[in-house]
């Protein structure tokens, strides 16, 4: 699935970051390799495993050659991880897509939902010449108005806040002036694609993955998906030589296998990953491309696992939804619950969060589902000051509903679904 190149460089990574004398975390985890047919046989990569081990035990370059470091929690917060960056990009630096498009274009007044973009700042600035104004995405009504003043080419965002952007803007026609879209960060629905497509008829949507490990880029559309308007992307060989796992290791290669995306960082502008596993689900979708790039078509599904999401105004958190339930353990058995997360249009056509909670309940009280859900509404926090209930009554969420499993389950899940 990956280039003969990109093969090599893996293992030219690999055997590379085990000469550091800094690493120690390297030279502990994995020995050298000199053949591509015993690839499979490095061990992989885990972000819990990075979290345990110390800054400076991972630290592969001398304290003095990076520039700055980068304390990173992910779109989906999955704990903050220290990482290094480097000053310089390397000779071989090649810029997505979308830098090429609104080059192109001569397009330079963009906003950005992403507070990862003031550690660019500078960098963007350079390289595309673009400016660029921060929205807060927990601040709608102010980016809205924001927006309406500087009426921005460019949007990079995640697509929750683009999404929730549309909804409070009141002149929809601004939302025609955006040429270019880039969406990052997580994975973005068919209702929301539709959606943003719809209200940004004029924009050009460049749907990218970038690994908060890697703080790069590393999968990105050709010029064949934009022209198709798909959300799908190739994993980007000048960055990452990437394998597709089942869950018990093995690589996936076939259309239309899932599994979790596993990456090596081969241009490794930031960190070195070695067979990291992602924690992202991904598709092959087409095994070529008629593009010059050589490496399958695929989608990013989402987190496998979520323990926190984004939505407008705050996030759902399964430690905050763990304490709702344990508060209401009279009403309900068992620890186990699953928590849907889907985004509906309402009658204006505005797409809102909606929470159902699957949990099991205790027959004796006979509660009504719709008791208990203003119960769990009313308690569930989604911001310090902000429980999911304000959310519903200032039209913000759909109204949260509980389904009662029907008996006591032992699946030993707590776990958030996106949908
Ligand atoms: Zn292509």
């Given at each position: 699935m990956n280039p003969p190149e990109a093969q090599k460089e893996a293992l030219a990574v690999l055997n590379g970051v085990l000469?550091?004398?800094?690493?120690?975390?390297?030279?502990?985890?994995?020995?050298?390799?000199?053949?591509?047919?015993?690839?499979?046989?490095?061990?992989?990569?885990?972000?819990?495993?990075?979290?345990?081990?110390?800054?400076?035990?991972?630290?592969?370059?001398?304290?003095?050659?990076?520039?700055?470091?980068?304390?990173?929690?992910?779109?989906?917060?999955?704990?903050?991880?220290?990482?290094p960056k480097w000053g310089k990009k390397p000779q071989s630096y090649k810029p997505p897509l979308h830098v090429k498009y609104i080059k192109q274009k001569s397009l330079n007044r963009a906003v950005t939902f992403s507070?990862?973009?003031?550690?660019?700042?500078?960098?963007?600035?350079?390289?595309?010449?673009?400016?660029?104004?921060?929205?807060?995405?927990?601040?709608?009504?102010?980016?809205?108005?924001?927006?309406?003043?500087?009426?921005?080419?460019?949007?990079?965002?995640?697509?929750?806040?683009?999404?929730?952007?549309?909804?409070?803007?009141?002149?929809?026609?601004?939302?025609?002036?955006?040429?270019?879209?880039i969406f990052f960060g997580e994975r973005c629905s068919d209702t929301q694609w539709r959606f943003i497509q719809k209200y940004f008829a004029n924009a050009v949507i460049f749907s990218e993955y970038a690994s908060i490990e890697t703080q790069a880029t590393i999968a990105g559309p050709c010029t064949e998906i934009v022209r198709k308007k798909e959300k799908y992307v190739h994993p980007l060989p000048d960055y990452v030589f990437f394998e597709i796992i089942d869950s018990s290791g093995e690589t996936l290669t076939k259309e239309g296998a899932s599994g979790e995306l596993v990456i090596t960082t081969i241009s490794p502008v930031v960190f070195p990953l070695i067979r990291y596993r992602t924690g992202d689900?991904?598709?092959?979708?087409?095994?070529?491309?008629?593009?010059?790039?050589?490496?399958?078509?695929?989608?990013?599904?989402?987190?496998?696992?979520?323990?926190?999401?984004?939505?407008?105004?705050?996030?759902?958190?399964?430690?905050?939804?763990?304490?709702?339930?344990?508060?209401?353990?009279?009403?309900?058995?068992?620890?186990?619950?699953?928590?849907?997360?889907?985004?509906?249009?309402?009658?204006?056509?505005?797409?809102?969060?909606?929470?159902?909670?699957?949990?099991?309940?205790?027959?004796?009280k006979k509660a009504d589902s719709t008791v208990l859900a203003k119960i769990f509404a009313q308690t569930l926090r989604v911001a310090p000051q902000y429980t999911y209930a304000d959310g519903v009554r200032e039209g913000k969420y759909e109204p949260l509903t509980i389904q009662f499993l029907p008996q006591d389950t032992n699946m030993g899940k707590r776990r958030i679904i996106r949908n």
């Open positions: 000469e550091s004398n800094y690493s120690n975390f390297y030279r502990k985890k994995y020995k050298h390799c000199t053949k591509f047919d015993d690839w499979v046989s490095i061990p992989f990569l885990t972000r819990s495993e990075m979290q345990r081990t110390s800054f400076f035990d991972r630290l592969f370059i001398p304290l003095g050659d990076m520039d700055m470091v980068r304390p990173t929690s992910g779109t989906s917060g999955r704990g903050i991880l220290l990482m507070g990862a973009h003031s550690y660019y700042a500078n960098d963007v600035r350079n390289r595309l010449g673009i400016d660029y104004l921060y929205l807060d995405p927990g601040d709608m009504q102010t980016s809205a108005r924001l927006f309406n003043l500087y009426k921005p080419e460019i949007i990079y965002g995640f697509p929750y806040a683009i999404a929730s952007l549309v909804s409070s803007l009141s002149e929809k026609s601004l939302a025609q002036k955006v040429q270019a879209i689900s991904a598709t092959i979708i087409y095994s070529s491309c008629p593009c010059s790039i050589k490496t399958p078509v695929i989608s990013i599904d989402g987190r496998i696992e979520i323990d926190r999401l984004r939505i407008p105004g705050g996030e759902l958190n399964l430690a905050e939804i763990e304490r709702v339930v344990s508060q209401c353990q009279e009403y309900v058995t068992g620890g186990d619950f699953l928590v849907q997360y889907i985004e509906i249009k309402d009658r204006y056509g505005v797409l809102k969060p909606k929470v159902t909670i699957e949990l099991s309940w205790n027959k004796k």
